[in-house]
């Protein structure tokens, strides 16, 4: 039996975004988060099948668009990647807002403006456009806060670090530099792909943060390693990791949205300033700190990450039950 993924394909700065816009299932739930956990249990070999190997890899990220379950959103999306169905993620969003409009797949109800219900919530969006090209997308992100500061564990062969937990619609572990971590360039992508597993891992070990709002979304899935700013006109740079091999090479609409709660409650941030991080590649978000906002009895901040994205083409994949890698595969 083959079934048939009907996809646009591009990336929002660098980071890959897969748009399933045809092959999509049929879900139960009377929200988001309710249908993101009938997928899980009876779909999860879409994401595998279509993030992994041998028709993904490592950073494959996209998703669904469905019918919104509420009357004042415009549309739902339901997060596939390696790393599972997140409850949020900002480079996905910008791009697939950006392909779905350009695809005349999602209609404003009011121009340069949309609505959209995500697993984590409720987001707003405002996007600028030139005829049927996007230019740039701004997420006004669900709330975030930090969940926890000064967490220690030590990482064998590199020494102890104090990490704290921010939730910017995914729980991240957030490394400053600080001991041995003296800075992105200084350690590379595959010794901070091999750290962060084991930072992952104990962190897992040592703390779980909770959603004070919602408690299926719960515990550190991401790691932020952050750093100095390398280009002009950048305030930060970062190398978040997700997945079990991924670096995301766009900035990270969550962990940048983390990031800026982090910098908020550090007093290094407030209302009203803007944030430009770099990514591991050097690509750009522009962040800012839109309000303070109470979460479930937490302070936390909204906060807006700007950015765009391109498509790279239309691409029709098969799922053969016959392939004996069908489900995909990760090494
Ligand atoms: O942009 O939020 C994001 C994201 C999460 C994981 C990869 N990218």
Same mark, same amino acid.
């Given at each position: 039996?083959? %079934?048939?993924?009907?996809?646009?394909?591009? %990336?929002?700065?660098?980071?890959?975004?897969?748009?399933?816009?045809?092959?999509?299932?049929?879900?139960?739930?009377?929200?988001?988060? &309710?249908?993101?956990?009938?997928?899980?249990?009876?779909?999860?070999?879409?994401?595998?099948?279509?993030?992994?190997?041998?028709?993904?890899?490592?950073?494959?990220?996209?998703?669904?668009?469905?019918?919104?379950?509420?009357?004042?959103?415009?549309?739902?999306?339901?997060?596939? &990647?390696?790393?599972?169905?997140?409850?949020?993620?900002?480079?996905?969003?910008?791009?697939?807002?950006?392909?779905?409009?350009?695809?005349?797949?999602?209609?404003?109800?009011?121009?340069?403006?949309?609505?959209?219900?995500?697993?984590?919530?409720?987001?707003?969006?405002?996007?600028?456009?030139?005829?049927?090209?996007?230019?740039?997308?701004?997420?006004?992100?669900?709330?975030?806060?930090?969940?926890?500061?000064?967490?220690?564990?030590?990482?064998?062969?590199?020494?102890?670090?104090?990490?704290?937990?921010?939730?910017?619609?995914? @729980? @991240?572990?957030?490394?400053?530099?600080?001991?041995?971590?003296?800075?992105?360039?200084?350690?590379?992508?595959?010794?901070?792909? &091999?750290?962060?597993?084991?930072?992952?891992?104990?962190?897992?070990?040592? @703390? &779980?943060?909770?959603?004070?709002?919602?408690?299926?979304?719960?515990?550190?899935?991401?790691?932020?390693?952050?750093?100095?700013?390398?280009?002009?006109?950048?305030?930060?740079?970062?190398?978040?990791?997700?997945?079990?091999?991924?670096?995301?090479?766009?900035?990270?609409?969550?962990?940048?949205?983390?990031?800026?709660?982090?910098?908020? %409650?550090?007093?290094?941030?407030?209302?009203? /300033?803007?944030?430009?991080?770099?990514? @591991?590649?050097?690509?750009?978000?522009?962040?800012?700190?839109?309000?303070?906002? /109470?979460?479930?009895?937490?302070?936390?901040?909204?906060?807006?990450?700007?950015?765009?994205?391109?498509?790279?083409?239309?691409?029709?994949?098969?799922? /053969?039950?016959?392939?004996?890698?069908?489900?995909?595969?990760?090494?």
């Amino acid at each position: 039996m083959r %079934h048939t993924f009907f996809c646009i394909d591009g %990336h929002t700065a660098g980071n890959p975004v897969r748009l399933v816009t045809g092959g999509a299932p049929l879900l139960r739930g009377t929200n988001m988060i &309710e249908r993101r956990q009938d997928f899980l249990a009876r779909f999860d070999w879409i994401r595998t099948g279509l993030c992994f190997e041998p028709r993904g890899h490592d950073m494959m990220s996209g998703g669904f668009l469905y019918p919104p379950t509420r009357e004042d959103a415009d549309c739902g999306i339901l997060f596939i &990647e390696t790393s599972g169905c997140l409850p949020m993620c900002g480079h996905g969003t910008i791009g697939m807002v950006t392909f779905g409009l350009e695809n005349g797949l999602i209609t404003p109800r009011e121009p340069g403006k949309l609505r959209i219900e995500v697993p984590a919530g409720l987001i707003d969006i405002e996007y600028g456009a030139e005829g049927n090209r996007v230019r740039w997308v701004r997420i006004r992100n669900v709330p975030a806060y930090v969940a926890a500061t000064g967490v220690q564990i030590d990482v064998p062969g590199f020494g102890p670090l104090s990490i704290d937990v921010s939730y910017g619609g995914n @729980y @991240y572990a957030i490394v400053e530099p600080q001991g041995a971590y003296t800075g992105l360039d200084d350690l590379g992508a595959s010794r901070i792909v &091999e750290l962060s597993r084991t930072v992952r891992t104990l962190m897992q070990a040592a @703390y &779980e943060p909770i959603h004070p709002l919602d408690d299926r979304i719960r515990g550190v899935t991401h790691v932020l390693w952050a750093d100095k700013p390398r280009g002009e006109g950048a305030d930060g740079r970062n190398a978040v990791f997700y997945g079990e091999r991924a670096i995301d090479r766009s900035p990270c609409g969550t962990g940048t949205s983390a990031r800026l709660a982090h910098l908020v %409650h550090k007093g290094v941030l407030k209302v009203g /300033d803007r944030f430009v991080h770099e990514s @591991y590649i050097g690509s750009r978000f522009i962040g800012r700190v839109e309000e303070a906002v /109470d979460v479930g009895g937490v302070p936390g901040i909204i906060p807006s990450i700007e950015g765009s994205a391109i498509a790279t083409g239309f691409n029709t994949i098969w799922i /053969d039950r016959e392939d004996p890698f069908w489900a995909g595969f990760s090494v």
